[in-house]
């Protein structure tokens, strides 16, 4: 299943592909996907936290990435209609700049209205996050579209470092400036910033990809919607796809649950500064997560895909285990650093090896469109699990009580690997 395993590229052009301008390009455009994920998600829990929001209604406001879940539910759209006005940019780069200008005056919108006036402070996170998935949509397909297979590793790898350092900016950065400046202010610093990234997509080139036109709206709307469905379940038979996208389902539940509103109200009740959480879970954390990116890079290079896996999504539940030693913790940053070090590292590994495994299933007829479905699945269910997680904390289950779950809830995930390993070289990205 590993295409870098047979690859025979010498280490001459792995590294001349970085040195591609589109290389760097992705390095913009992840610093644009990065940017607003925990701004509707874990910072934003600290801003509503801090103005007297209710632990169960944060951890439901703070749910709106769950529209990156059912991002595939627009990306034909995304895939096929080429924007007015911001089209004589290209199908791709129109979209782009679309949800790059949401996205930032979304943020100037949610700065001006405050969580003083819930409602519509919420329907602008949620606006927020709708463009947020629309943006990944776009960026995945630019992505694929604007380089051969064999510069697509370096390619996601500039990518990863744009995305993690936008993580750095909206979570570390975030926090510590919210020490000094009130949240409004933050808020409209990270809108400023998307401005870098939509000023790259004006100097970027646009993929040249013919796009056949359809004869009629019948036929667009088959091979834009029912194709890239009916695809994968042709290629890999009903039973074995219906069991493939439970096994996504599950694949990174415990990774997912912690994403949302609990783990920031969860920190302050164990009394770190908002400082000391983005200095060791923002700073530090994001480059021990990169490590562990790493490391499933060279285990999936080494061993093929199917037992790093198996690894990695035990690794990942195991993690949240560890989230047990800081209950009580009493602001003891060594004991922060500890577990921020092995959760880190697992999450980063499972990430790498995750995404070798989604880009296997993928017929590149659709990639666009089957990688934001199963791109949307990875993330469902623990984004609806960290919905309800203010709830099961407050109804008795406490936050021990939910680290045990989100860890126990991999389970199925595993045993699910089990019974399609000898079912694996069926998997294959023929088209």
């Known amino acids: 299943m590993s295409r870098a395993a047979a690859g025979g590229s010498s280490w001459d052009k792995a590294l001349a592909a970085f040195a591609t301008p589109s290389a760097w390009t992705m390095f ?15 910072t934003l829990a600290y801003w509503l936290r801090e103005g007297g929001i209710e632990l169960r209604e944060i951890t439901m406001i703070a749910s709106a990435g769950m529209a990156y879940s059912f991002k595939f539910l627009w990306a034909p759209l995304v895939d096929r209609w080429r924007l007015p006005m911001l089209g004589r940019f290209g199908q791709r780069r129109g979209w782009l700049l679309l949800a790059m200008g949401a996205v930032s005056v979304g943020l100037l919108a949610m700065a001006q209205v405050t969580p003083q006036q819930l409602p519509l402070f919420v329907g602008l996170t949620v606006a927020v996050a709708f463009f947020g998935a629309t943006l990944d ?10 380089a051969p297979v064999e510069a697509q590793g370096a390619l996601v790898a500039t990518y990863s470092l744009g995305y993690r350092i936008a993580l750095i900016a909206s979570g570390a950065l975030a926090l510590v400036l919210a020490d000094h400046v009130v949240w409004p202010m933050v808020y409209r610093a990270m809108a400023l910033l998307m401005l870098v990234p939509m000023a790259a997509c004006l100097l970027a080139l646009e993929p040249q990809v013919q796009r056949p036109r359809a004869k009629n709206w019948a036929a667009a709307m088959r091979e834009g919607v029912v194709e890239p469905f009916a695809d994968f379940f042709r290629r890999f038979g009903g039973r074995v796809a219906l069991l493939v996208l439970a096994f996504i389902l599950g694949l ?23 400082t000391e959480i983005a200095a060791v879970t923002k700073v530090y954390g994001i480059w021990i997560g990169i490590a562990g990116a790493f490391l499933g890079g060279l285990a999936v290079a080494r061993w093929g895909v199917l037992w790093p896996l198996f690894a990695a999504i035990a690794l ?4 949240n285990l560890l989230y047990l030693l800081l209950i009580g913790a009493g602001g003891d940053l060594l004991r922060l650093t500890l577990v921020i070090s092995g959760e880190n590292l697992a999450q980063g590994f499972l990430g790498t090896v995750a995404v070798a495994y989604l880009s296997s299933l993928v017929n590149t007829r659709y990639t666009a469109t089957q990688y934001a479905l199963f791109s949307s699945l990875i993330m469902l269910p623990g984004k609806v699990l960290g919905f309800f997680s203010g709830r099961i904390v407050e109804l008795g289950a406490g936050y021990a009580g939910y680290f045990v779950l989100s860890a126990a809830l991999a389970v199925p995930a595993l045993l699910l690997l089990l019974w399609l390993r000898p079912r ?3 998997l294959a990205t023929e088209p």
Do not use: H
């Open 424 to 426: 694996m070289a069926e």
């Open 316 to 319: 990942g539940a195991g993690s």
């Open 252 to 274: 990174k539940v415990s990774d997912q649950a912690l994403v949302g509103g609990i783990i920031g109200p969860f920190y302050l009740d164990q009394g770190f500064s908002k």
């Open 137 to 146: 949509i776009a960026v995945d397909a630019y992505r694929v579209e604007i």
């Open 28 to 42: 913009f455009f992840g610093f644009a996907s990065g940017l607003p994920f925990l701004l509707v998600a874990g």
